[in-house]
């Protein structure tokens, strides 16, 4: 519905139209089921991401209170079928701050002053959503370049997908101990294989303050970038097609492209080809002069 060139949101439309949000998606769910359903599981990942700790129930109560029409079964049956249900362990460590059963790590990057390439590195998960599916990017972002150093798309939402990302950006850039990596509190990253990974190759592990999403900014940023100017005007048509696009904005385009002003509007790896020369143009001076 469009109101003065611009579009309603779902409540500004029940609002003009007297009606509640749960008779509006009780009304739909009777006439569009299967776009009702697809509504639904959106709304769903973009909660398990935000929420990555929620359980079913705490998740229909969050659905609820948005209007939408679904009960405990439904929700829990929604999630097993996109793997959004939060997976619980045995207990190992306790911090007075998690939400899950892993470790949670200080927040090393927020007093953070990087001044080069392969000091900082942040990663993030995101979904993308296709035609009957979703499927689910996790990338790893060098803090001062804005580089995409390492990403993957999965099927799954599990820490595979944050692993994959996370070996792809130590085979490229091959960092040497000391190098910091900063997440969120998601169990994909606080997991011991992930943990246990960064420990193998002498990166220390950094997590965002509970309930503060600047923490994480540059990761989260990238993702709203991708979004905007790829997943948002695609409609990919298989699991493929969407790797293969994303991949080639990632790898063609933005890395290579894309002029960021933060980076005196150079791209990524102009600025990267930059700070090298400039470092090798003042060793050159060093020995000559």
């Given amino acids: 519905m469009q109101r003065q060139g611009r579009s309603l949101t779902i409540q ?13 998606y009780r009304r739909w769910q009777r006439r569009e089921p299967k776009q009702e359903e ?11 991401l ?35 249900l939060s997976l619980r362990r045995r207990q190992f460590v306790i911090t007075s701050d998690s939400d899950h059963d892993w470790q949670v790590f200080p927040n090393l990057a927020r007093r953070m002053q990087v001044s080069a390439i392969d000091q900082l590195w942040a990663a993030d998960i995101t979904y993308v959503r296709l035609k009957t599916e979703f499927i689910y990017l996790a990338v790893i972002l060098d803090v001062f370049s804005r580089r995409v150093v390492g990403w993957a798309i999965s099927r799954n939402l599990d820490s595979g997908v944050a692993q994959q990302a996370l070996l792809q950006a130590i085979e490229t850039r091959r960092p040497r101990p000391g190098l910091v990596h900063h997440s969120d509190r998601g169990w994909q990253y606080a997991c011991r294989d992930y943990v246990s990974l960064l420990a193998q190759h002498g ?3 950094s997590m965002s303050r509970p309930a503060n999403p600047y923490d994480n900014a540059f990761a989260e940023s990238f993702m709203k970038t991708l979004k905007a100017e790829e997943v948002d005007a695609s409609r990919y048509r298989s699991f493929e097609q969407a790797q293969q696009s994303i991949g080639r904005f990632i790898e063609g385009f933005y890395n290579i492209e894309r002029l960021h ?11 990267e080809t930059a700070i090298a020369n400039n470092a090798a143009n003042k060793m050159a001076s060093t020995v000559a002069g």
């Fill in 38 to 48: 697809m509504a639904v599981r959106d709304r769903l990942q973009e909660l398990a």
């Fill in 261 to 271: 002003s933060a980076l005196g509007y150079c791209s990524p790896a102009e600025f």
């Fill in 50 to 84: 935000k929420y990555r700790h929620y359980g079913y129930r705490p998740m229909t109560r969050l659905l609820k209170r948005e209007g939408w029409v679904v009960n405990h079964k439904r929700v829990l049956r929604l999630m097993r079928e996109d793997n959004l």
């Fill in 12 to 24: 500004q439309f029940c609002q003009l139209a007297g009606v509640s949000r749960a008779t509006y």
């Fill in 203 to 205: 990166i220390q592990p």
